[in-house]
């Protein structure tokens, strides 16, 4: 079973950078196919993807975002990190981390529990 596990400050100072770290357990980031998203929810709002990261390492990210994105990853820790840069309190949300053995953009594997993450001075 494939769990992962967002972590990171629930509170973050605006034009500041928002750093989170998705660590995965009971499979590794590196299986083929395998592609490691970012997902938010604004408080009142639906879903948005933020962006992904393949097994191979490759990333991609959703264009309304892609200037402030920047996803990585720590094979030896199976981690992948999301950084978005700049953030204004509308960028408060519950972030997630999730799976997808297709495409980078569905996330239709596993998720995490989520984290808020709430940007305010």
């Known amino acids: 079973q494939v769990q992962l596990q967002e972590s990171g400050p629930g509170l973050v100072k605006p034009s500041q950078t928002l750093s989170l770290t998705c660590t995965v357990s009971g499979g590794s980031i590196t299986t083929n196919y395998y592609y490691w998203s970012w997902i938010r929810q604004p408080p009142g709002k639906g879903l948005e993807w933020m962006g992904a990261?393949?097994?191979?390492?490759?990333?991609y990210y959703s264009p309304s975002l892609k200037s402030r994105t920047s996803i990585s990853r720590d094979t030896s820790k199976n981690q992948f990190t999301l950084q978005l840069s700049s953030v204004t309190p509308e960028d408060t949300a519950v972030y997630y981390c999730a799976s997808s053995a297709s495409r980078p953009w569905l996330a239709d594997d596993y998720w995490g529990q989520g984290t808020q993450v709430t940007v305010s001075s």
């Open positions: 990261i393949a097994y191979s390492g490759s990333t």
